[in-house]
């Protein structure tokens, strides 16, 4: 149980395709952020959520929309992806801005076809 | 953005023996995390050093954070096949990551 639950596990979607990925944490903490994480390549940082309001968006295509409701709750909308989007897409969460340290999800794995 | 460099990128090893691995960084860190992620799942806090020079042990590990706050190690003592994994590092406030260390501990 790592307190941050992400769904689906595995997602394949064809490149014309709308799928959105979910993460939930019930950990209290204030910060949410999305990483992709593909073969061969460092983690890398999507988007920042810091108490609902976006903070960063580190040049993400379009294609990858995020949404945050609430501080619990937060979704990445994909449309028209591309196969080299094909990734590890990792939610995490921290209490303001990683004071404490990233819990993590496990993951979606997403395959585009 | 302050660059986080991780060596050996690979590293593959017999069970029994150590192993030293490295996060490197020209930047200063007021703290400094460690993680271990297993295939198919997302990377797993291990431990924060926070003070220069500061040493923790988490069983048969040891992490030392530089007393520049600018480079961190991990040693394993004694590895096991359960060690294998993806040791990452993090700079506090940076929110980036390290590529990290492969490490195989083959039986």
């Known amino acids: 149980e790592t307190g941050v639950t992400q769904t689906p596990r595995h997602l394949v979607m064809g490149m014309t395709n709308k799928k959105s990925l979910k993460c939930e944490q019930h950990?209290?903490?204030?910060?949410m952020y999305w990483y992709k994480q593909s073969a061969k390549k460092p983690l890398e940082l999507m988007f920042v959520y810091n108490f609902k309001e976006q903070t960063e968006n580190n040049s993400v295509p379009s294609r990858f929309s995020p949404e945050c409701p609430n501080s619990s709750h937060l979704f990445l909308h994909l449309h028209t992806l591309q196969p080299e989007d094909s990734a590890l897409y990792l939610c995490?969460?921290?209490?303001?801005?990683?004071?404490?340290?990233?819990?993590f999800g496990s993951g979606t794995r997403l395959t585009v076809v | 953005t302050q660059l986080l460099e991780q060596s050996p990128q690979f590293l593959s090893i017999q069970e029994g023996e150590n192993l030293t691995v490295y996060c490197n960084s020209s930047s200063v860190f007021s703290s400094l995390q460690w993680y271990r992620q297993e295939p198919g799942e997302g990377p797993v806090l291990l431990v924060t050093v926070v003070t220069g020079g500061e040493v923790k042990k988490l069983k048969r590990l040891t992490f030392q954070f530089g007393d520049a706050r600018k480079d961190s190690s991990l040693h394993i003592t004694a590895a096991q096949t359960g060690d294998t994994g993806l040791y990452l590092c993090?700079?506090?406030?940076?929110?980036?990551f390290g590529a990290g260390t492969r490490l195989t501990v083959k039986p």
């Open positions: 993090a700079g506090e406030g940076d929110m980036r």
């Open positions: 995490a969460s921290s209490q303001e801005r990683m004071n404490y340290g990233y819990t």
């Open positions: 950990l209290g903490h204030n910060a």
